[in-house]
């Protein structure tokens, strides 16, 4: 795994596993020594920095996971699938959908959705058809028919193509009803399914209803447009019942049997383009964090408030940790609403917070830190600097309610809480 160095402003992506643990809130003095946990500087950067959420969407026959990845903007309302392999020993296709999800930038103009593969099996067994021994790209309810040819495994491409085993009945593989009730619950505007070795697009097949789509998809992947055989009609293939059955604009895209690793890496950018989407840099993707507020409210008591959010997670409440010098001091889930920032940023939920908690006099150098979620590199780390004024011996006795009340926030307490009143890592 490639490592990145800590950088200003950032910090580490994991916390040690306590740090979930603090926030009932009023914990007053026990907040200050909860803390132990130093910060870690450098955080290694995640396996996937594009992807926003991950779905397992079903298993196969043998058992393995069939995982779907989403890598674009979750807001987006075009949705859009890239299949890379339904065929077990097309190998192509996978490499290009893990070359888009390891590749270190993030998608944003579509909602895109990366599934490496829907036959794990096969794919592990370098097969056609699934560990049932059925070709998963016959077995759709669309013109299917019963058809028990075992797979052909010999050399010739065209005779492969022509399919194998349908299945029992339509939908009577697991991969299949995985990938069916996927794509009917996303609905997708567009769909690219890769497969080998026929070095195409297929021009006769479910894609026939948008050229211009079926055209962007050849040109992003270099690939000539052309009738694929089933000769111009396959029986119960999944861009056929995508045709007939729905609204998405489905691609098939073949490569050669033979493809270099530099083009198949590249092959991803192409499609992506083709469906409307543009990368980003998964680093902006990190949460935003902002500090309204970094004040003493009163003699003994420091105060940050302020918001955070992540766009790829638009009402997800962030978890916002108040550090000092490496030892926490308190850790909370945004809860304040604010429908300002809500409008602004076009958020759903809670995303403001607030801390009060007891401080001995002086200069302290508090920093917050908003953990990542979704796509992205690093949590973000925001520091300012509050100077807490020592109580004054002459201080009246009153019990200073206020102090865990947040809406003294930034304001100067009529009462002046002795240092060691309660406080509040609220809300
Ligand atoms: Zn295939």
Partial sequence: MRRRQARPGRFARRWPATAGAVMAPLLGAALL????????SAAAT?????????????HSAGGRAITAYEMGDPASPIKAVLLGQMHGDEHAGVTVANALLTGGRAITGID??????????GNAANTRANARGVDLNR?????????????????????????????????????TRAMYAFLKKLKPRYLVSL????????????????????DRVARGLGLPVKPLVCWSFCHGSMTGWLADHTATIAVTAEFPAAVSATRLRSAGAGIVTAMGGRFVTARSRDPVLKVAHATSPAPGVASLDG??????????????????????????????????VNRAARLAGRHGYRFTFAAKPGRHRYCLIARNVGAGVADTKVCRTVTVAAATVAAPVATAPGVAASTQVGRPAAAAPAASAPVSASP
């Avoid at 895109?112 to 099996?121: A, C, E, K, R």
């Avoid at 019963?146 to 491409?157: A, K, L, N």
């Avoid at 997670?313 to 550090?323: D, E, G």
């Fill in 33 to 40: 020594v909860a803390a132990g946990a130093a910060a870690q």
């Fill in 307 to 340: 918001y955070a959010y992540d766009l790829d997670a638009r009402s997800t409440a962030l978890t916002v940790t108040v550090v000092e010098g490496g030892a926490r001091i308190a850790s909370a889930k945004t809860s304040v609403t604010s429908a300002a």
């Fill in 112 to 121: 895109l959705w990366v599934i490496p593969t829907m036959n794990p099996d």
């Fill in 46 to 58: 995640p396996a996937r920095p594009g992807v926003v959420s991950s779905r397992v969407i079903g």
């Fill in 139 to 175: 077995n759709w309810p669309d013109y299917w028919v019963r058809d028990q040819t075992r797979c052909y495994t010999g050399p010739d491409p065209l005779i492969r193509a022509g399919g194998c085993d349908s299945g029992s009945a339509p939908l009577s593989e697991p991969e």
């Fill in 195 to 214: 497969h080998q070795p026929l070095n195409a697009v297929d021009s006769a097949g479910g894609d026939a209803r948008n050229h211009a789509f079926r």
